[in-house]
């Protein structure tokens, strides 16, 4: 049975101490500065044992700084490199704020100050929400163990994201990069822009994985530099583990490519002058940024040669289900959320392929025929 009892101190002070049970039977107790605190959150504590989502109010004493290394320990389904992007994340924009913060005291208008202050800061939407999200999880993890009743990440403001207008190249232009490029490369360009691998993905390829009896790429893996270090890991997500087929022209870029640049050791199909993997950070500052500069003139990334894949796949009628099975997403709202723009100039196109099912040119015949249905459905046949 909940009760309050009036407490005395030493100092003379006097306190409320709202006493009750707690599921299991367990005497707990807690003071307020005046009775109708104590009394209100009994009423709460009562509630939420009746609703079966009664939390122990100490339970949410732990730090979050402390509470977010076990949490983050637990998520063993991450690549490298998002494991280490979350690392620094935590690091460089979470802990600062939150670490000595009981994770039961943070609440929506302290979250909501940290997203301003980031904000303010200059740091980059997509950066700030991706804290955010980070943030979330490890707040949400805290309420599945029973610690705190809910996340105050919810119903916060984020900065909005600017779209920015995606870069597809042309068959000539993709030519003319490809011709652009350092020789060692150009297969590598090729690739990117007529199989929409991502370039992971593709640095990842061996002869293991290159069938070009069958042409096709197996991807299965993907090379990522994580605080300096190369390493294979998972595709993105499930559904990048994948057979992509090649155009019927492209073995042919890829086995003379093998013949003037041969795979190393780890049979790997693109490597540095070295012999070994590309590290993509070098790639893009010492090499794709000239050959870019030189042969486009704007500004592009080589994902950018996927969103051209998908550009290409459009104009020559593709269907959505095609394109996303090539591209490993998950579905293929995907791929109409991201490129739907692109279908639009193909509605008159596709309209303009049904033709009537009598004579155009009949005149005489089209009148009969409708005036036959005007006379119908007014009862008069």
């Known amino acids: 049975m909940a009760s309050i009892r009036k407490v005395t101190h030493r100092s003379g002070r006097i ?54 290394e076990q949490a983050t320990a637990g998520w063993v389904n991450r690549r490298d490199s998002t494991k280490a992007r979350d690392e620094s994340y935590l690091r460089s924009l979470v802990l600062p704020t939150f670490a000595e913060m009981p994770i039961g005291a943070i609440g929506l ?18 950066t700030i ?25 919810r119903d916060v403001d984020l900065p909005k994201i600017e779209q920015t207008e995606k870069r597809f190249l042309s068959p000539d232009e993709i030519t003319h990069l490809a011709d ?9 360009v090729i690739a990117g822009a007529y199989t929409g691998c991502r370039i992971g993905e593709l640095l990842a390829l061996d002869t293991d994985r290159y069938q070009p009896d069958k042409r096709i790429f197996r991807i299965d893996r993907s090379l990522a530099e994580v605080r300096g270090h190369l390493r294979f890991g998972q595709p993105k997500t499930a559904a990048a583990r994948r057979a992509v087929t090649l ?26 002058p070295q012999g070994g993997p590309i590290r993509r950070n070098a790639f893009r500052s010492r090499v794709w ?10 500004p592009m990334r080589f994902h950018d040669l996927r969103h051209s894949h998908v550009a290409l796949l459009i104009a020559e009628g593709a ?9 490993g997403h998950t579905s293929v709202k995907t791929v109409l959320d991201v490129y739907g723009h692109l279908y639009e100039g193909l509605d008159r196109g596709a309209a303009d ?19 036959r249905h005007r006379d119908q459905g007014r009862g008069l046949t």
């Not at 940024?289 to 704007?298: D, H, I, R, Y």
């Open 15 to 68: 306190s409320w101490q709202a006493r009750w049970r707690d599921p299991r039977g367990t005497q707990r107790s807690k003071n307020f500065g005046r009775r109708i605190d104590a009394e209100r959150f009994l009423i709460t504590v009562e509630a939420r044992k009746l609703a079966g989502t009664y939390i122990d109010p100490r339970a949410g004493r732990i730090r979050l700084g402390d509470f977010a």
């Open 109 to 126: 208008f302290d979250v909501q100050e940290w997203v301003n202050d980031l904000d303010a800061d200059g740091y980059a939407p997509a």
């Open 129 to 153: 929400r991706k804290a955010y999200q980070l943030l979330g999880r490890i707040l949400n993890d805290a309420v599945n163990g029973g610690l705190i009743a809910a996340s105050p990440c």
């Open 180 to 188: 652009t490029i350092d020789p060692r490369y150009r297969a590598l």
């Open 247 to 272: 155009p019927t022209w492209l073995p042919e870029v890829i086995d003379q490519h093998l013949t003037d640049y041969p795979p190393g050791p780890d049979g790997l199909l693109f490597t540095a």
């Open 289 to 298: 940024l000239p050959a870019v500069a030189a042969s486009v003139g704007q």
């Open 319 to 327: 269907h959505p289900a095609i394109i996303a099975s090539r591209l």
């Open 353 to 371: 392929t049904l033709n009537p099912p009598w004579d155009p040119s009949d005149v005489d015949a089209l009148w009969t025929r409708r005036n």
